[in-house]
């Protein structure tokens, strides 16, 4: 099961930043918060990761606290295409190579004009 | 660079059917994946790849097979299908890098068993 807890929805106005927040109160020191999100109907697709240091990149920018108990994704200016289920991410296999990824029920973000 | 494709997009079978979903990936990936999706709940991992002519169970693996014979390829098979696999079928594969990783899906494959 997924180690990280979200807000069912939130919303956002077009243009406006949106913040979304994900508590991951477990996370060992070697894990890494990654954040995907899955537009209707199509497959998902990732935004960002990050261990410890704030990160950016052209999609949006994550905010890590400091104990690295949650974080906040921010997607800068929203437009409607950035409406979707958005997955906060712990990675699943502590110690070994799987990779493998819990996606639990996420947040649905919707952007209105 | 197509990144991962899967064919068919959309199946219709019958109960007791059989068929074939292929994964296929371009970006020389070691590590792939098939997931299911179900109507309001997260991914569920099927079964996995961790390199060319390997293959290992996920959560779900019941009524399912896979083989890896090249390594940019990933088939999941349904032997006998069941309207409990109706489902949306998604590939992945996985980039590592120093630093994390990433893992890169397809566009999905939506199954309807009759």
């Known amino acids: 099961d997924a180690k990280t807890t979200q807000p069912p929805s939130m919303d956002c106005a077009e243009g406006r930043a949106a913040n979304l927040p994900c508590n991951h109160s477990?996370?060992?020191?070697?894990?890494?918060v990654y954040w995907y999100r899955q537009i209707h109907s199509q497959g998902p697709q990732y935004i960002i990761h990050?261990?410890?240091n704030n990160e950016t990149n052209e999609m949006a920018s994550l905010i890590i606290t400091e104990d690295r108990k949650s974080s906040t994704l921010i997607l800068p200016h929203a437009t409607l295409r950035d409406t979707a289920v958005y997955y906060c991410?712990?990675?699943?296999?502590?110690?070994?190579?799987?990779?493998?990824?819990?996606f639990g029920r996420g947040t649905q973000l919707t952007v209105w004009p | 660079n197509a990144g991962v494709t899967q064919t068919p997009k959309f199946r219709v079978l019958k109960t007791g059917q059989s068929m074939t979903l292929l994964c296929a990936q371009d970006?020389?990936?070691?590590?792939m994946y098939w997931y299911r999706q179900d109507p309001g709940m997260g991914l569920r991992l099927i079964h996995y790849s961790v390199g060319e002519g390997t293959t290992a169970k996920g959560e779900v693996p019941d009524g399912y097979n896979v083989s890896r014979l090249k390594k940019q390829n990933f088939l999941l098979g349904l032997e006998s299908a069941a309207p409990s696999q109706t489902s949306v079928y998604f590939c992945a594969s996985r980039r590592i890098g120093q630093g994390g990783e990433t893992q890169y899906f397809g566009p999905g494959t939506r199954l309807l068993v009759l």
């Open positions: 477990t996370i060992s020191g070697n894990e890494y």
């Open positions: 990050g261990l410890k």
């Open positions: 991410i712990v990675r699943g296999d502590r110690g070994s190579t799987l990779g493998r990824l819990y």
């Open positions: 970006m020389n990936h070691e590590y």
